[in-house]
């Protein structure tokens, strides 16, 4: 088993910044890929950017390009989503995941869910 804590969440105006994190608990941190999802109501899990085992490659989504950046510290066990200049529409639950597989774009390729923590951006 694999436990995922996500924080940093909060409630931040367009245009502001949050960091988040999130800490694992399990065996081999290293050998997961990391990623973010992220959910608003009525839509459904989307992906938002990974950062792959071994490689430590990291996939974004197209949408958050140039805005968000993902990180990782594997002496930490930690994964993390700086989030610049949020919009409103950035308004979601943002989860963070963890794969056994390499390229890891889709909800089903993760093994593991973190609670979540929500992200609100005002106008």
């Known amino acids: 088993q694999v436990q995922l804590v996500e924080s940093g969440g909060g409630l931040v105006q367009a245009g502001g910044s949050l960091r988040l994190s999130c800490v694992a608990s399990?065996?081999?941190?290293?050998?997961?890929?990391m990623g973010w999802f992220r959910q608003a109501p009525g839509k459904e899990r989307e992906f938002v950017g990974a950062?792959?085992?071994?490689?430590?490659?990291?996939d974004y989504a197209d949408f958050v390009k140039g805005r968000f950046t993902i990180s990782r510290d594997n002496a930490k066990n930690t994964v993390y989503l700086q989030m610049n200049n949020l919009k409103p529409e950035d308004t979601a639950v943002y989860y963070c995941?963890?794969?056994?597989?390499?390229?890891?774009?889709?909800?089903?390729?993760?093994?593991?869910w973190g609670q979540g923590t929500q992200v609100t951006v005002s106008s």
């Open positions: 995941g963890a794969s056994i597989e390499f390229r890891a774009t889709i909800r089903s390729d993760y093994n593991y």
């Open positions: 399990g065996r081999a941190f290293i050998l997961y890929t």
């Open positions: 950062i792959r085992r071994s490689s430590g490659n990291i």
